[in-house]
C-alpha cells in the first residue's frame, strides 16, 4: 500500500523558512516523479515545485522560483521542499504527490498518488 507521509509546516513569521519532508513507503520511490503541490482556503490545488526521479531535473511555479527548493534523497525514500523567504500568500496546505515515470505534466489530475497533507501558515 503506497503511502505518503508530509511533515514539517508550521505557524511561522514572514520571511522565515522551514523545510517540509515527504515519507514514502509501499513503492519503489526511485521509479516515481514526485511533487508538492498547495491548497489554501477557497482556492483550487495548485502545483509548486516536482522533480525528476534521479533528482537531476527540477520544476516551479513562477510563484515560488528562487524561494522554494525541491530535492529527493532516493535511499531514505524521502522528499523534501526547502521555502525560504515565505510570504503571507504562501500560506497552504502542502501536498506531496506521487506518479510513476517521467511524465511531466503538472496537472493535479494527473497525479494518482497523494499525501494527507501539512498545514503551513505564514503570518505578517
Known amino acids: 500500500q503506497v503511502q505518503l507521509v508530509e511533515s514539517g509546516g508550521g505557524l511561522v513569521q514572514a520571511g522565515d523558512s522551514l523545510r517540509l519532508s515527504c515519507a514514502a513507503s509501499g513503492l519503489t520511490f526511485s521509479s516515481y516523479t514526485m511533487g508538492w503541490f498547495r491548497q489554501a482556503p477557497g482556492k483550487e490545488r495548485e502545483f509548486v515545485a516536482a522533480?525528476?526521479?534521479?533528482?537531476?531535473?527540477?520544476n516551479y511555479a513562477d510563484s515560488v522560483k528562487g524561494r522554494f527548493t525541491i530535492s529527493r534523497d532516493n535511499a531514505k525514500n524521502t522528499m523534501y521542499l526547502q521555502v525560504s523567504t515565505l510570504k503571507p500568500d504562501d500560506t497552504a496546505v502542502y501536498f506531496c504527490a506521487a506518479r510513476f515515470g517521467d511524465d511531466a505534466r503538472i496537472q493535479p489530475y494527473t497525479w494518482p498518488r497523494w499525501g494527507q497533507g501539512t498545514q503551513v501558515t505564514v503570518a505578517s
Open positions: 522533480v525528476s526521479r534521479n533528482g537531476g531535473d527540477t
